[in-house]
């Protein structure tokens, strides 16, 4: 058993199980007492890279304009 805050009630200390633990950090609902940046959710996707695109201002090759 675990005593966790919740954001619902975060004056209140709660004892839950590990998997009511799991549970309620994955729906960000714990409250962070020590300071550390909390895991992203695990249903969280992944950033995906930026890669800009690059348009050309050409056209086609091999044709041209009347």
Same mark, same amino acid.
């Given at each position: 058993m675990? $005593?966790?805050? $919740? $954001?619902?009630?975060?004056?209140r200390d709660i004892e839950v199980d590990d998997a009511q633990y799991l549970d309620l950090q994955r729906m960000g609902l714990l409250v962070d007492d020590d300071g550390v940046e909390p895991d992203p959710p695990a249903t969280a996707a992944p950033e995906l890279p930026v890669n800009p695109v690059k348009k050309s201002t050409a056209g086609?090759?091999? /044709?041209?304009? /009347?």
């Open positions: 675990r $005593t966790v805050r $919740t $954001t619902m009630q975060p004056d086609p090759a091999g /044709s041209k304009e /009347s």
